[in-house]
Antibody, heavy 118, light 110 residues
Framework: EVQLVESGGGVVRTGGSLRLSCGAS????????MNWVRQAPGKGLEWVSG????????SYADSVRGRFTISRDNAKNSLYLQMSSLRAEDTALYYC???????????WGQGTMVTVSS | QSALTQPASVSGSPGQSITISCTGT?????????VSWYQHHPGKAPKLMIY???NRPSGVSNRFSGSKSGNTASLTISGLQAEDEADYYC??????????FGGGTKLTVL
């Protein structure tokens, strides 16, 4: 069974940093691109960042480029999101998701909540 | 990187068919056949219903179908059931090699 488990969320001050992790199991992790998607309270889904299976292709939404860094460790079956210079508008539930095609995410974790407050 | 445009809400009675539209531009929806649709029940993880415009993942009911014409993609749900009530989101790959979601559509089964 495919499983994705996010961790690392919490409450952080404006301007602070946080590192999210996503542990994967039940599938060949290094065979898939991985992504981060977030949902702010009461809002819709927003694609945040994606990384190809080998890290060769990395993309970021305009809203986070230059502040967030995606990475992965295929040996540990893990995906990461290093977030810095956090803003109130980054407050959201962050999901990691496995892709099967471009912007097609067939497996999702349950999410980890990030709250940025002053 | 503007969000794709979806109607805020749609509704239908059990057994009926409904269609949700997703309008983008020639830089996203119109550029490639990389449009996906997700069903999202509050408190649960989103579920992929359609990918690459019209492909259904294994296990998804054939009551769900997708199509695209120009810069607008559509999700059709036939034989509406109570459990179909949820939020639905479209997404698309863009020519900038980025991703974009629609604003979401709340489906109410009357």
């Amino acid at each position: 069974e495919v499983q994705l488990v996010e961790s690392g969320g919490g409450v952080v001050r404006t301007g602070g940093s946080l590192r999210l992790s996503c542990g994967a199991s039940g599938f060949n992790f290094e065979g898939h691109g991985m992504n981060w998607v977030r949902q702010a309270p009461g809002k819709g889904l927003e694609w945040v960042s994606g990384m190809s299976w080998n890290g060769g292709v990395i993309s970021y939404a305009d809203s986070v480029r230059g502040r967030f860094t995606i990475s992965r460790d295929n040996a540990k079956n893990s995906l990461y999101l290093q977030m810095s210079s956090l803003r109130a508008e980054d407050t959201a539930l962050y999901y990691c998701a496995r892709d099967v095609s471009y912007l097609a995410f067939d497996s999702w974790g349950q999410g980890t909540m990030v709250t940025v407050s002053s | 990187q503007s969000a794709l445009t979806q109607p805020a809400s749609v509704s239908g009675s059990p057994g009926q068919s409904i269609t949700i539209s997703c309008t983008g531009t020639s830089s996203d929806v119109g550029a490639y056949n990389y449009v996906s649709w997700y069903q999202h029940h509050p408190g649960k993880a989103p579920k992929l219903m359609i990918y690459d415009v019209s492909n259904r993942p294994s296990g998804v009911s054939n009551r769900f179908s997708g199509s695209k014409s120009g810069n607008t993609a559509s999700l059709t749900i036939s034989g509406l059931q109570a459990e179909d009530e949820a939020d639905y989101y479209c997404s698309s790959y863009t020519t900038s090699r980025l991703g974009v979601f629609g604003g979401g559509t709340k489906l109410t089964v009357l």
